[in-house]
């Protein structure tokens, strides 16, 4: 019997166990210690050495398999050390981590809950792996997937998650990259440019739903900042343009009729709802893990059933 544990290391740090191909468990470690969105980190004297309370779960168990995912924090000198602190409390017989997957795993975690045999799957969050140089991260991609086949087709890379803390020559090109229609670009996107007007807005990273909830509020009377109001709706406005475009692009690729949202830009469901609306001949499904937690179980089934 075939044992797999995916693990995302990112934020929503998550724990995924595959046996033979069928889902067993799925535990987010923030529901043990009760630090939202909770993300390994690295403490002050460069050590990780985090007990992992989830792990409890699956002490009875030696693993196969123990794949891992993350955002791609840039480099292995900052993702293995928590990857091999992490395997010193895994019975396993083998591990594999790859940087560059963490798209295909929301879409393939997407596919997995839709069961469509086939879709199109549209992936958008703050921040993908980094492609290209460590200065840029995918911030949208688009992928053909059925049960046997992943093929990325579309992904548009940025430099302006990094733009916060540094300043890069402006890029505004189109390139093809191993047969993938790629956009480099400095511009914000999607989940990266919501968080820009969560900043702007007062908020903090995390608290993009109150964002999302308050633009509803926006002609209503109410007791809320009026300016704050305007960048909620604007946020809104403007991302939903995002992934209407990327929604033209990605019928362009395939007739199938079957779609999936994944990355942790879906969480909106104002705007997926939008999206559905606009799209009636579609099949939707928005991914029920759609955050970076969801990538624990793409990564498990990306072992088990595409290498």
Known sequence: MKKIL????????????????????????????????????????????YKYKALDCFKNITFDMVIFSSYNRGHL???????????????????????????????????????????????????GENV??????????????????????????????NDYFNHFPEIEQLKVLENIDTVFSSKLKAGLKYIHYLRKAGFNYGEEGQLMGIAAYKN???????????I?????????K????????AITYSDCKNIILSGGYHLNCSNNFKLVKLF????FFVDPICHDGGTAVGAALYYENYL
């Open 6 to 49: 995916g693990i995302n290391i990112s934020h929503n740090c998550s724990f995924a166990f595959l046996e033979n191909g069928i889902l067993k468990e799925y535990y987010e470690e923030e529901r043990f210690n009760y630090i939202k969105d909770y993300m390994p980190e690295e403490n002050n004297r460069g050590i990780y050495n």
């Open 77 to 127: 000198q900052i993702e293995m050390p928590i990857v091999n602190h992490i395997l010193t409390q895994v019975s396993h017989k083998d591990f594999s981590f790859h940087l560059d997957n963490h798209h295909i795993y929301h879409a393939i975690c997407g596919l997995h809950f839709s069961k469509f045999n086939e879709a199109i799957a549209l992936i958008s969050d703050g921040g």
């Open 132 to 161: 290209y140089d460590k200065n840029f991260k995918v911030l949208q991609s688009i992928y053909l997937i059925n049960k046997d086949k992943v093929q990325n087709k579309y992904r548009y890379i940025s430099n302006k998650r």
């Open 220 to 230: 209503s009377k109410n007791n809320l900042d009026k300016q704050v109001l305007e």
């Open 232 to 240: 909620a709706n604007i946020a809104q406005e403007e991302t939903l």
């Open 242 to 249: 995002d992934v209407i475009e990327l929604m033209e692009k």
């Open 280 to 283: 009636p001949k579609y099949n």
